[in-house]
Nanobody, 114 residues
Framework: QVQLVESGGGLVQPGGSLRLSCAAS???????????MGWYRQAPGEQRKFVAV???????NYLDTVKGRFTISRDNAKNTMYQHMNKLKAEDTATYLC?????WGQGTLVAVSE
């Protein structure tokens, strides 16, 4: 069993920044260090979409529209994954969820608006 808990969402103006966190706990809480971890997002009325992934060798991959603005990272000692989001746009508004293997968090809402 793994629990993934996201935090750090909120309301921000266009051009602003946020840092999302995904904390892992449970019997396999070290999933952060042993599995590829990813961020996804789901906007109202839309399907869930891939945003970013970090592999066990620290290699990363991003959705084209967030490249250069979002950075995924992890802290194995804290069993926590992060996503730094800069230059946020209205179209980034969504619930952001973290995923590790077959486990998903509940999500944290990011709203970008004036």
């Amino acid at each position: 069993q793994v629990q993934l808990v996201e935090s750090g969402g909120g309301l921000v103006q266009p051009g602003g920044s946020l840092r999302l966190s995904c904390a892992a706990s449970g019997l396999s809480g070290d999933i952060i260090s042993i599995a590829a971890m990813g961020w996804y997002r789901q906007a109202p009325g839309e399907q869930r979409k891939f945003v970013a992934v970090i592999s066990t060798d620290a290699s990363t991959n991003y959705l084209d529209t967030v490249k250069g603005r979002f950075t995924i990272s992890r802290d194995n000692a804290k069993n926590t994954m992060y996503q730094h989001m800069n230059k946020l746009k209205a179209e980034d508004t969504a619930t952001y969820l973290c995923k590790g293997e077959s486990w998903w968090g509940q999500g944290t809402l990011v709203a970008v608006s004036e």
